[in-house]
């Protein structure tokens, strides 16, 4: 006897991705102001806002991250892990070209201390993927789905013509 199984599509992201993604991001915010805060105090505001700016840097680019790899894993399962390396492989190479673009621009000589600018994309970074871990565990994403009850069809019973059987081994 075969059942029939439901193929819907699961949507263009897991359930729970997006809840997963902005806690991921409000941990590294959070992360982020207060880093600003110790540096503001110690060192003096182009620390704050470099804490600030590196923060703000690596949410933007782990957000788009993320939510490319979900939307192509929802669309397309198969190409989700060539997706997630090259995404990866993007992010550090963006990362990379912010810094660049940051120093031509002329901003890591005063109004932004390029140390805290590095320390807020390590710190950013780092609460970021242990929020994402975390949270992602403490999502319930179901392996597979059952398929739908109808109804209109009855429970399958035992057929009667089969005798009760001993239990195996039993004489």
């Given at each position: 006897m075969t059942t029939e199984s439901t193929q819907a599509p699961r949507g263009a992201a897991a359930p729970g991705s997006v809840t997963v993604l902005l806690g991921a991001a409000v941990a590294a915010l959070v992360a982020g102001l207060v880093l600003a805060l110790v540096g503001g105090t110690t060192t003096g505001t182009a620390a704050a806002f470099g804490a600030v700016a590196g923060t703000l840097l690596v949410v933007v680019v782990l957000a788009a991250?993320?939510?490319?790899?979900?939307?192509?894993?929802?669309?397309?399962?198969?190409?989700?892990?060539?997706?997630a390396l090259l995404t990866y492989t993007l992010q550090v190479l963006l990362l990379g070209l912010a810094f660049l673009a940051l120093r031509d621009s002329g901003l890591l000589d005063g109004t932004l201390?390029?140390?805290?600018?590095?320390?807020?994309?390590?710190?950013?970074?780092?609460?970021?993927?242990?929020?994402?871990?975390?949270?992602?565990?403490?999502?319930?994403?179901?392996?597979?789905?059952l398929p739908a009850s109808s109804p209109t069809q009855p429970a399958p019973s035992p057929s009667p013509a089969a005798p009760e059987a001993p239990e195996a081994g039993a004489r």
């Open positions: 991250g993320a939510l490319t790899v979900g939307l192509v894993a929802g669309a397309l399962p198969t190409a989700s892990l060539l997706v201390d390029p140390r805290w600018v590095a320390g807020g994309v390590v710190a950013g970074t780092l609460v970021w993927l242990v929020a994402q871990v975390v949270l992602t565990v403490r999502v319930r994403i179901p392996v597979y789905d």
